[in-house]
């Protein structure tokens, strides 16, 4: 497989929002360096590298404090990428880890220790076979002592199928990407309905983040807003948001200056954003509190 020809670690503006102090990006992906981190054999596309140093110093230029790595598919289970990149950051960033629900107990417990926080599961067509929702939801039961949680990735038309799985998830569900919504499909769309119906369920988080998946015009990811806004009205407490860097799979690069600012349309006051950059993943993820 070919590396994209586009580059992930292009420039980025500088943001005109100052985001609170604590702020997290609670969705980023480290890719190699290859020479200590290989690719796995089987993954199902080629990004360039992304390593934590390019991360560190994009999060220095968004004024960002605090992380949340998410194991990618291009290094498979062996999570050693992320962890390395959350070693770094002396408690200051957390992982997510990629598993198969038969992982020994032994290896959740050093994951846990080395500051990983939940298990993604993807099921987007293009990333390849998925672990059946059912196998998902039993391996949660193990995740619970653990103060873990589950992480889901999903094309948004699989939430109906989903749902009565995950509303049997012994610990919280995180969704990805707003659920992968389309933006052009309004906002009584089905699949858009059943993803807010599920946030009454106290359980379930939503990421704010992949404004420019969702999005149909392209920059500035205008349209991807009122879906944003509509899932922190309907639970303020329990969205996050993230810049997805560095943005594998789209055939452009977003500006992560310009992703910041956005929240200011997303998040329009201060109390509302402190709570989703900093209270909210404080509580998930178990960061130290601040005052």
Known sequence: MDAPKLSYLEHSSLPRLELP???????????????????????????????????????ARLGIERCVVVQSSVHGVDNSATADAIAARRGAYVGVALLPVTIGDAELHRLDAAGFRGVRFNYMGHLGASTPIDAVVD????????????????????VHELAPALLRSPVP??????????????????????????????????????????????????????????LLEDAGDRV????????????????????????????????????????????????????
């Open 173 to 230: 569900v995180v969704i990805d990407h707003m659920g992968r919504i389309d933006a052009s499909g309004g906002l009584d769309q089905p699949d858009f309905r059943r993803l807010r119906e599920l946030l009454r369920d106290r359980r379930f988080w939503v990421k704010l983040s992949g404004a420019e998946r969702v999005s149909r015009r392209g920059p500035p990811y205008e349209d991807a807003i009122p879906y944003a806004r509509a």
């Open 139 to 158: 391996f949660g039961r193990r995740l619970a002592d653990l103060g873990w949680h589950l992480q889901l990735h999903f094309e948004s038309g699989l």
């Open 240 to 291: 996050l948001w993230g810049t997805d860097w560095p943005h594998p799979n789209l055939d452009h690069v977003p500006d992560d200056g310009a992703l910041v600012d956005l929240l200011a349309a997303i998040a329009r006051s201060e109390a509302e954003r402190r709570a989703l950059l900093v209270a909210n993943p404080e509580r998930l993820y178990r960061f130290e509190a601040r005052s």
């Open 21 to 59: 102090c604590g702020a997290c990006d609670a969705h980023v992906h480290v890719f190699g360096p290859q020479s200590r981190f290989p690719f796995a054999p089987q993954r199902r596309f080629t990004p360039c590298e992304a390593p934590k140093e390019a991360l560190f110093a994009l999060h």
